[in-house]
């Protein structure tokens, strides 16, 4: 029993020195030594190390935050601001929420819009405003948006469409 025992320590410690000298070769960081059982000590292998992150670089004035954003109207009326953005389950961007009408969010309610009804031409700043292409009284007529209620968006030149989901 003995002397089974020593065979056991002996190979866990020749398989940590293997994966020092492995780990060695390639410049891969060291682990920590874990005690194993005699059963794990064989499926351990070493893991080849994580490809490093891409980057991409976005000059300053090449993209800009929309939330919080003030929306004008085509005739530079206040439209209100944008205060959501809603994905569908791919991860593209299919609406804005915009926060309407009211004076200090008092008698102000929310609406959605389809993100193309939305144009980005000056926002050079935080204080340039976002273009929607509808008039405040089809924005006014437009359905408020409740959180977990279906949602209708208020698509520009009657390009209405259902967001379609899986159930």
């Known amino acids: 029993m003995r ?8 190979a866990v410690v020749l398989a940590a020195l293997a994966i020092v000298a492995v780990r060695a070769q390639t410049g891969a960081a ?3 030594a874990s005690p194993q059982t005699p059963q794990e000590k064989n499926t351990a292998a070493p893991k080849p190390p994580a490809p490093p992150p891409s980057v991409t670089i976005i000059g300053a004035r090449e993209a800009h935050g929309v939330l919080g954003r003030d ?4 005739a530079d009326e206040d439209m209100g601001h944008i205060v959501d953005v809603i994905v569908d ?3 593209v961007v299919r609406a804005a929420v915009i926060d309407f009408g009211g ?7 929310k609406i959605v819009v389809d993100w ?3 144009h980005f031409g000056h926002v050079a700043d ?9 008039t405040k009284e089809q ?6 948006y409740k959180e977990g209620q279906p949602i209708v968006v208020l698509g520009a030149a009657g390009s209405l469409k259902p967001l379609q989901f899986d159930p």
């Open 126 to 134: 935080k204080g340039d405003s976002i273009t929607l292409e509808l």
């Open 30 to 32: 060291v682990p920590q």
């Open 103 to 109: 004076f200090l969010g008092v008698g102000s309610r």
């Open 71 to 74: 929306v004008r109207s085509p």
């Open 89 to 91: 389950r791919a991860g």
């Open 3 to 10: 002397a089974r025992r020593l065979v056991i320590c002996m």
């Open 139 to 144: 924005v006014m007529a437009a359905p408020e």
């Open 116 to 118: 193309s009804a939305l």
